[in-house]
């Protein structure tokens, strides 16, 4: 168990809308610890965002506490707080660019609000564009960017202050796919060479499977699921997590002369499994979803197959999946 620098306690926040009173998180209990890379995955409206704000005291919980190293952030004046926020970054889905200043301004922003020696502040500015692939672009401007060089600029920005903790809010959420996993890379790169303990807020599981080792999963306010991301992947246990692991699958055109197995792939199985299978037990099957991945060399997820619902066959495929050890459940 490593050195924890995030610890949230009980805590517990609450809005008034209209005079009612909104729970937006319910007794929230999580433990980050320095140097991993911790994904928070929720439906949307759940209340992950308003968390992650709570992390840095963007937000003040109603009840409970937040500890950054071990430092109770409810016990510090304004003055305290604001010293102790810039050792922790934030970057966001919609950027939040200064449009009027280029991107090396942008870059300096914040250490300009620290009275940094200009000097100083262009060195690290200059070596941050470096890092995220932007030294071309220092006099261009917002508006003519792309959405991944916006976010590029918006990381270096929020490293600025070489933050110990870097916040994600749904930050890759408005770009496409490619630019997703060169933004993703960016970040692990980014917690390799500096050690920076990333928390990654997103509704999509590519994006923990992608970089996390860590995940929790939140619905209705409380986190209901929590632990490495391989063992939830491979036995989510809410129904929320098998959801955004494995959506449901429409049934309408599933004969019922068919049965649906759900197999488990916990990392033990390398060899093409179901082409074993159909040789073996001359039993045809159709795969009809299927969510495989690869974490830390190994795969991990689920298949679901269709099989004919006769004893002899279905007899076949339970035997096949038992002797080689692969976990799987009846679905109804």
Same mark, same amino acid.
């Given at each position: 168990?490593?050195?924890?620098?995030?610890?949230?306690?009980?805590?517990?926040?609450?809005?008034?809308?209209?005079?009612?009173?909104?729970?937006?998180?319910?007794?929230?209990?999580?433990?980050?610890?320095?140097?991993?890379?911790?994904?928070?995955?929720?439906?949307?409206? %759940?209340?992950?965002?308003?968390?992650?704000?709570?992390?840095?005291?963007?937000?003040?919980?109603?009840?409970?506490?937040?500890?950054?190293?071990?430092?109770?952030?409810?016990?510090?004046?304004?003055?305290?707080?604001?010293?102790?926020?810039?050792?922790?970054?934030?970057?966001?889905?919609?950027?939040?660019? /200064?449009?009027?200043?280029?991107?090396?301004?942008?870059? /300096?922003?914040?250490?300009?609000?620290?009275?940094?020696?200009?000097?100083?502040?262009?060195?690290?500015?200059?070596?941050?564009?470096?890092?995220?692939?932007?030294?071309?672009?220092?006099?261009?401007?917002?508006?003519?960017?792309?959405?991944?060089?916006?976010?590029?600029?918006?990381?270096?920005? %929020?490293?600025?202050?070489?933050?110990?903790? /870097?916040?994600c809010d749904e930050a890759t959420s408005a770009l496409d796919p490619s630019t997703t996993?060169?933004?993703?890379?960016?970040?692990?790169?980014?917690?390799?060479?500096?050690?920076?303990?990333?928390?990654?807020?997103?509704?999509?599981?590519?994006?923990?499977?992608?970089?996390?080792?860590?995940?929790?999963?939140?619905?209705?306010?409380?986190?209901?699921?929590?632990?490495?991301?391989?063992?939830?992947?491979?036995?989510?246990?809410?129904?929320?997590?098998?959801?955004?692991?494995?959506?449901?699958?429409?049934?309408?055109?599933?004969?019922?002369?068919?049965?649906?197995?759900?197999?488990?792939?916990?990392?033990?199985?390398?060899?093409?499994?179901?082409?074993?299978?159909?040789?073996?037990?001359?039993?045809?099957?159709?795969?009809?979803?299927?969510?495989?991945?690869?974490?830390?060399?190994?795969?991990?997820?689920?298949?679901?197959?269709?099989?004919?619902?006769?004893?002899?066959?279905?007899?076949?495929?339970?035997?096949?999946?038992?002797?080689?050890?692969?976990?799987?459940?009846?679905?109804?």
């Open positions: 168990m490593g050195k924890a620098i995030i610890k949230i306690e009980n805590l517990t926040k609450d809005y008034k809308v209209k005079k009612e009173k909104l729970r937006a998180l319910d007794n929230i209990n999580l433990e980050i610890e320095e140097g991993e890379i911790y994904g928070i995955i929720g439906l949307s409206g %759940a209340g992950k965002s308003t968390l992650i704000r709570c992390m840095n005291f963007l937000e003040k919980p109603t009840f409970g506490k937040v500890f950054y190293k071990g430092i109770d952030l409810s016990s510090l004046k304004n003055k305290e707080l604001l010293k102790i926020r810039q050792n922790i970054g934030m970057i966001f889905q919609s950027f939040n660019l /200064l449009e009027q200043r280029n991107v090396l301004d942008n870059v /300096l922003f914040p250490l300009e609000i620290a009275k940094v020696d200009k000097k100083v502040a262009l060195k690290r500015a200059y070596e941050l564009l470096e890092e995220v692939g932007l030294s071309d672009k220092l006099y261009a401007y917002p508006n003519q960017l792309s959405g991944g060089q916006k976010q590029r600029v918006a990381i270096a920005r %929020a490293l600025m202050n070489n933050p110990s903790v /870097l916040l996993k060169q933004i993703l890379e960016l970040l692990k790169n980014i917690n390799k060479k500096y050690n920076i303990t990333i928390v990654v807020i997103t509704h999509q599981m590519q994006v923990i499977e992608s970089i996390c080792s860590k995940v929790a999963i939140i619905d209705h306010s409380q986190i209901i699921e929590e632990g490495e991301v391989k063992d939830i992947f491979i036995n989510p246990k809410s129904e929320t997590s098998k959801k955004l692991i494995l959506p449901e699958i429409e049934d309408e055109d599933i004969s019922k002369d068919n049965i649906k197995l759900r197999l488990i792939f916990d990392g033990n199985h390398q060899e093409p499994l179901i082409s074993k299978m159909i040789l073996q037990t001359k039993v045809l099957v159709n795969i009809i979803k299927a969510n495989v991945k690869t974490l830390d060399e190994r795969t991990y997820g689920e298949m679901i197959i269709l099989v004919s619902n006769d004893e002899v066959s279905l007899f076949k495929i339970e035997n096949f999946l038992l002797t080689n050890n692969v976990k799987y459940q009846k679905e109804d």
